[in-house]
């Protein structure tokens, strides 16, 4: 059914067709109409879940843990201080291979006081273990959701999916809502090897010393691996039954591109009108969005990125005193690689500032003239 | 009931993917842990068994023994699970429990 939905109700209606279990949410700010919606769902009884209200974000996380531990399927979301708060037992949902799925608003840190866009809260919580995706349409927003639960369930760890604020969770988009009975076809219940069970008990997350727990790491990064291939096969067999796919990275007017624009979320929805622009003006140039971030695609970022000859990276984040999080990992990803294109990093639209079409002109404008970057970062758009 | 197996792995390959306790400590002996372990000098035992009582894993076993006419058992330390926290040591009330150093 086509509906025209806002972004949060995309993550609700996501859940609600994913069949989760406990939704266990705080719900004041920086929360936003998800759970909001959530809540309403359960108590009139169009969804069969377990709605928990809980003090705060670290309990709503170590509320969706106990649920995910019995082997529910839990939800929760949260954004920006919100997320920071669950920052402890992020850890420990990553470490107790529980498979959560949680909705993030990327919403900028106070001080001072925003509600608007920026990754900074998502960047973050990059080495915590959770898998994050960024969604660039309130469409991909709900079917990240189910995919996720099914990428989650089969590696063992939990999955951020990740959308800008205002951008996509408050603006309204024309969403195909698919059938309960095919998301079932494609999600099938959870089952879980090792689960908090009174029948056949066992104890969770002992001390485990130096001897074993190197290992259990390791297992982690396997599992993160395993995910690139797993996002990828689960994607095609999404697309069969949905008609709709999504990879690690989507790639758009790459074929013949020189100079390739890389950026996440909406920055990246616009660029597509911008490449539209510039090709008519006969730029050879293409897009390259990285949808997940964690596990990061450096395989495919190489292989995409080979033989160009400029790359920029646009960045909604910063990690003060470098650069952008999106530009580090694509320079480390080709660092290695013979004869690398020149890397451009940008910072735009931090506290919600909007990135338009023109913005987006601006750094094609700089990276077309510049032979080699002449900066370690260019900020964009700062009234200096 | 968990399975009374002991858990050997060799490696990433055969271990679980999380901390997860997977058979009976009946078997699975922690023992290991300790560097003090407590010695009971039974010719100062007056035999209370607060010692007993405030063991907290609890690996202070009663055993059966004629020490006279009123008494018919004695404690004995388990030291398949005995942590060596010292206790029992702290606690007794005539001081019969010494922490000996556990020599590798």
């Given at each position: ?7 949060n ?55 969706s ?57 998502s ?19 709900l ?44 999600l ?23 001897d074993w ?17 797993l ?36 920055i ?33 970022l ?14 909604r984040?910063i ?11 694509t ?23 909007d ?21 370690d ?8 | 009931?968990?399975?009374e ?7 990433v390959?055969?271990?679980?993917p999380?901390?997860?306790?997977l ?82």
């Open positions: 059914m086509r509906s025209v939905i806002m972004g109700h995309a993550l609700s209606y996501g859940a609600k067709l994913s069949r989760a279990q406990v939704i266990a949410a705080y719900p004041i700010t920086p929360q936003t109409e998800v759970v909001e919606l959530l809540s309403q769902l359960c108590a009139n009884g169009d969804m069969k879940a377990k709605f928990i209200k809980v003090e705060s974000e670290h309990s709503a996380m170590a509320a843990m106990g649920a995910s531990a019995t082997g529910a399927r839990a939800f929760t979301a949260t954004s920006s201080q919100g997320l920071a708060l669950m920052h402890e037992v992020l850890h420990w949902a990553a470490g107790a291979r529980l498979p959560i799925v949680m909705g993030n608003i990327n919403r900028a840190f106070g001080p001072p006081w925003s509600i608007w866009t920026e990754q900074n809260d960047i973050a919580q990059r080495d915590t273990g959770w898998l994050q995706i960024y969604a660039s349409s309130n469409q991909e927003v079917d990240s959701i189910i995919q996720s639960y099914k990428v989650a369930e089969k590696i063992s760890l939990p999955i951020m999916v990740i959308l800008d604020a205002f951008v996509l969770s408050h603006t309204y988009e024309v969403v195909d809502i698919p059938e309960q009975s095919i998301v079932d076809k494609y099938p219940p959870l089952e879980m090897e090792y689960k908090l069970d009174w029948k056949n008990p066992h104890a969770f997350g002992g001390l485990t010393k130096p727990y190197y290992e259990l790491r390791y297992q982690i990064e396997e599992a993160q691996e395993q995910a690139k291939k996002i990828v096969d689960t994607g095609k067999e999404f697309k069969e039954m949905f008609g709709r796919e999504y990879g690690l990275v989507e790639e758009y007017k790459m074929d013949d591109a020189e100079i390739v624009l890389i950026s996440s979320s909406t990246a929805s616009t660029l597509h009108v911008v490449i539209d622009e510039l090709r008519e003006q006969g730029k050879k140039v293409g897009l390259l969005r990285i949808r997940v971030f964690r596990p990061f695609p450096s395989e495919e190489r292989k995409i990125l080979k033989g160009r000859k400029k790359v920029a990276v646009i960045d984040n990690s003060f005193g470098h650069e952008g999080a999106f530009f580090t990992e320079k480390a990803a080709l660092f290695n690689e013979k004869d690398h294109p020149p890397i451009f990093g940008f910072i735009a639209g931090l506290g919600g500032r990135v338009t079409p023109d913005v987006l002109k601006d750094i094609f404008n700089i990276v077309e003239t510049t032979e080699w970057p002449e900066k970062i260019y900020w964009i758009g700062v009234k200096l | 009931m968990a399975d197996k002991e858990i050997k792995w060799t490696g390959k055969d271990m679980p999380m901390a997860v306790s058979g009976s400590m009946r078997v699975n002996k922690t023992g290991n842990w300790r560097n003090l372990r407590p010695v009971i000098d039974y010719e100062k035992c007056i035999y209370c068994f607060i010692c007993w009582k405030f063991c907290p894993e609890p690996s202070i076993d009663i055993e059966a023994a004629q020490i006279s006419e009123r008494v018919d058992k004695k404690p004995v330390i388990n030291l398949n699970y005995c942590k060596g926290c010292g206790i029992c040591a702290e606690e007794c009330p005539v001081k019969c429990i010494e922490m000996v150093k556990e020599e590798i």
